[in-house]
């Protein structure tokens, strides 16, 4: 059974565009490849997250897992994150990122094709953030979450959005929850 296609976000009247909103790059827009279980995380969830954040990252390195179009790295990368890492193993959305990546001028972001699972098995560097945001329905956040302590730094935090509400593995405790339409999103952090 093919899985039900988002309705193609809009950013300025133009489909499959995304903006930034806060930091460096505020205000820049960010295309993305029309691809199932592609939906960035809304102006209003981004906001709210950066807000629990603090607004600025300065000097963090960040994780962004299975990035799609690259909302919520770029957005760090924006608010001054020394080092982002956008994992994605969709060669059209690994595209749009180098793209984007090129426009905004953003060296500090490293784009890897690959497997978001494969690549974290391998994984020994930490962070200060990480982003889970899989495809929309997918379950992917689900076999990540119960290792994601090991790649954050002592007092680092993930960030996940997904179609069920969030529950924090073993070693991750939920600082704030909320919940957008279909989506629950969590901010954890490290104990």
């Not at 993930?158 to 969590?186: D, K, T």
Request: hydrophobic share 45%.
């Amino acid at each position: 059974m093919l899985a039900k296609r988002a309705a193609p976000k809009r950013a300025h009247g133009v489909a499959n565009r995304v903006r930034i909103i806060g930091g460096k790059y505020r205000r820049r827009l960010l295309d993305f490849p029309d691809a199932d279980g592609l939906r960035p995380t809304p102006d209003r969830v981004r906001e709210t997250l950066f807000n629990w954040l603090g607004q600025d990252l300065p000097g963090w390195t960040c994780l962004d897992l299975f990035a799609g179009s690259g909302a919520l790295g770029f957005e760090a990368a924006s608010r001054g994150a020394a080092r982002v890492i956008m994992i994605e193993r969709d060669a059209q959305a690994s595209r749009a990122l180098e793209q984007n990546r090129a426009m905004l001028g953003a060296n500090q972001v490293d784009i890897l094709r690959v497997d978001a699972l494969a690549w974290l098995a391998n994984n020994r560097e930490s962070f200060e953030l990480v982003f889970v945001d899989p495809p929309f329905d997918s379950g992917l956040a689900a076999a990540v979450l119960p290792n994601l302590g090991t790649h954050l730094k002592s007092g680092g935090q993930a960030y996940v959005e997904q179609a069920m509400p969030v529950v924090a593995p073993p070693g991750l405790i939920i600082q704030r929850s909320g919940r957008a339409g279909r989506s629950h999103f969590a901010l954890l952090i490290k104990e």
